[in-house]
């Protein structure tokens, strides 16, 4: 497995098991896991999708809390996409007009003290 492309892979058939909004970014983690975005994610269901700031943004998100990773992708320069197997997706931009500082966001493992963070 490439590290730089597909270390995202490694959250298939895991649990959203907590969303942790920390005053500008967001983090993610998936039974272990954890994706911290600073790209704040869009989140999709049922064909409708919601962005930061509009008024039902936190329940889409907390609403995936549960639900098992389907497929996780990073489409280089695009996006890092994670779909669930109710249908219900969550994605963050790469595209660098998005970007608000350095970095969209970063991957752990966390599985051991030894797991490095990759930077997406």
């Given amino acids: 497995m490439d ?3 597909s270390f995202i892979e490694s959250i298939v058939g895991e649990q959203l098991s ?3 909004f920390v005053k500008d970014y967001v983090q993610l983690r998936f039974d272990g896991p954890t994706v911290t975005a600073f790209v704040l994610p ?5 064909g409708k999708a919601v962005r930061w700031g509009e008024p039902s943004y936190k ?4 609403a995936r809390i549960g639900h098992t990773v389907q497929t996780a992708a990073l489409r280089k320069g695009e996006a890092v996409v994670v779909l669930f197997e109710d249908g219900g997706e969550i994605s963050i931009s ?3 007009e998005d970007r608000v500082g350095s970095e969209e966001g970063h991957f ?3 599985r051991n003290p030894s797991d ?4 997406f």
Wanted: with cysteine; glycine share 0%.
């Fill in 3 to 5: 590290k730089n492309s």
């Fill in 18 to 20: 907590s969303v942790e």
């Fill in 42 to 46: 869009i989140v999709s269901f049922s």
């Fill in 59 to 62: 329940d889409e998100l907390c």
């Fill in 94 to 96: 790469l595209r660098p």
């Fill in 108 to 110: 752990c493992a966390c």
């Fill in 116 to 119: 490095q963070i990759i930077e």
